[in-house]
């Protein structure tokens, strides 16, 4: 995104004419490279597309990506040493997350009258080589054909947690990602925009940016410290993202602002939640956000998720509007109004609530509430998952723990992180569900006093099946390699006989699920019917008043 959008007419002078003289032999070039004979490969009929910054050709198997020599405001690329600069950071970047894309950086060189692709003559410009790939496997392309599913959301959470997991941490300069960056980068975006829609922006909006940046300065401030600040893509839309075979491939990345690369690795993650959402996707939102935390286990991230969102929904509505200077087009304008509608939906108030599985091992409940997550996008907390995870960012120990992680000691410390986490994720405003067994009534009762602390309202899940089929689904899953769960056939039994039932007040806020179905019914809405009743907002606000828990148990 860059970080000024001024209009062209209200550059300086001595800008324009600086760009003037840059362009003197940049459309020989352009001609030159619209012609097969300039490459040294078979180019067949040369594509051509152009962006406000760039020109890409496409000849052949390869595409060559040219800077334009402009000064748009953001970014000054007038002189050719920055230029042949941009390119090679460029390729460097990019080669992070795309190395089968990106082949290097070639010289056009001018051979007399002629220019042309070679290695060697009097060096004239640069230009980023790449790889040619299918469009069609681009996520837009893939989401516009409804062709992007589930399989395409987790081979992205995957790559996406494992890139912020390695990103460089040590910014270039110390302000980067700190709380009067982030908030500079939304007001000049909010100022911008306002200019180039010609219509001031709703003063709730304006209002919403900066008093939540406000509230979020420390948080901000506690990221960076904490080292969240990563040299991260910093142009995360679904037209950045490419399906490739079974794996997924993100290219494109900001290479001309160190500003807006080193970014909270919660910002490089709102870019596709919001587009997602912008899209009408929640259910794909909801599954990378979910994916990637469980990859991650950074849900302390969580708390400026929703502005950074906003942030990009804003970038995304300027850039529509952008590109329809000189006329908008019915698709740009359209595209402004998308973004602007969700920036408004995502500053209204959130709802949250509390969900609480409970059930034996072997139960169902982590295969149906990852399931329910999908359908109506709670933030999942997952007991199996952060059992084996030491820190957030550190990798999950696939090998089965130690006896001494199942001692009455460990199981309590353990409930006091996932109680922590639910913390992280309620004070944000989202629902929770934390898949857990709740067999203990202590155990219960501090995640109901949680729930009453930050008035929102809880509802336990209880998931049930016969005690054959509980002990063989244990039993199978004992004999996987590499399974989330540690729960055996021990286990199960030694839960058999320790539980403690709910009480009279904890079945008021509880629904139960058979979980005897086929594992499919668990995605369909109607297994959940009787849940969605409850989270009716009418029937939320009787909930909490009238059918809280114990009181020995809301108050424990």
């Not at 005690?467 to 899953?477: D, F, G, N, P, Y």
Request: proline share 5%.
């Amino acid at each position: 995104m860059p970080e000024h959008f001024p209009s062209p007419r209200h550059r300086p002078l001595h800008v324009r004419q600086r760009e003037r003289v840059a362009q003197r032999g940049w459309r020989a070039i352009d001609r030159a490279l619209q012609r097969p004979c300039s490459y040294r490969h078979p180019a067949g009929r040369i594509g051509r597309i152009e962006t406000h910054i760039s020109v890409i050709y496409l000849a052949g198997r390869y595409a060559y990506k040219l800077k334009k020599p402009v000064n748009p405001g953001f970014v000054d690329f007038t002189l050719p040493a920055v230029r042949q600069r941009a390119c090679e950071d460029e390729a460097r970047l990019n080669g992070r997350l795309a190395r089968e894309l990106y082949c290097g950086v070639e010289t056009i060189v001018r051979q007399g009258r002629v220019r042309k692709i070679r290695h060697h003559g009097h060096v004239v410009e640069h230009a980023v080589k790449m790889r040619r790939f299918d469009e069609r496997d681009v996520f837009q392309a893939l989401l516009a054909r409804d062709a992007l599913g589930f399989a395409e959301i987790d081979a992205l959470a995957d790559s996406l947690a494992a890139f912020h997991r390695g990103a460089a941490r040590a910014a270039p300069r110390r302000g980067f990602g700190s709380a009067s960056t982030v908030r500079t980068q939304m007001h000049t975006v909010l100022d911008a925009l306002g200019r180039e829609t010609g219509k001031p922006l709703p003063d709730t909006l304006r209002q919403w940016c900066e008093k939540d940046g406000e509230r979020l300065a420390e948080h901000f401030e506690t990221r960076r410290a904490g080292g969240f600040v990563r040299e991260c893509h910093g142009d995360l839309h679904l037209d950045n993202v490419l399906r490739r075979g079974k794996r997924v491939l993100m290219f494109d990345c900001i290479e001309f602002s160190d500003a807006l690369r080193w970014i909270d690795v919660a910002s490089d993650l709102s870019f596709l939640l919001m587009d997602l959402q912008a899209h009408g996707r929640d259910d794909l939102a909801a599954r990378l956000l979910n994916g990637w935390l469980q990859r991650t286990g950074d849900f302390a991230a969580l708390p400026a998720l929703r502005y950074y969102m906003v942030y990009r929904a804003l970038v995304r509505a300027l850039v529509a509007a952008l590109k329809a200077r000189g006329g908008p087009t019915d698709r740009e304008s359209v595209e402004t109004h998308q973004y602007l509608r969700l920036a408004g939906r995502l500053i209204a108030k959130p709802r949250p609530y509390l969900l609480l599985c409970h059930g034996y091992s072997g139960s169902g409940k982590s295969v149906a509430s990852e399931a329910l997550v999908n359908l109506i996008g709670e933030i999942r907390v997952s007991s199996d998952i952060e059992r084996k995870r030491p820190r957030p960012f550190a990798p999950i120990d696939a090998q089965p723990l130690p006896r001494a992680a199942y001692s009455a000691d460990s199981i309590d410390r353990h409930y006091g992180t996932l109680l922590a986490l639910t913390r992280h994720v309620l004070a944000a405003g989202y629902p929770a569900l934390v898949d857990a067994t709740f067999l203990k009534r202590d155990h219960r009762s501090r995640f109901a006093a949680l729930a009453d602390a930050l008035a929102v309202p809880v509802i336990v899940l209880d998931f049930h099946a016969r005690t054959c089929l509980l002990a063989e689904r244990v039993s199978r899953r004992a004999a996987q390699a590499h399974a989330e769960s540690d729960a055996g056939p021990v286990v199960l039994i030694r839960q058999l006989a320790n539980e403690d039932p709910l009480s009279a007040g904890e079945m008021a806020c509880t629904v139960h699920f058979d979980t005897e179905v086929p594992v499919g019914a668990f995605a369909h809405i109607e297994y959940w019917q009787a849940l969605l009743e409850r989270l009716d907002t009418q029937s939320m606000h009787e909930m909490h008043e009238t059918a809280a828990p114990d009181a020995d148990v809301a108050h424990a």
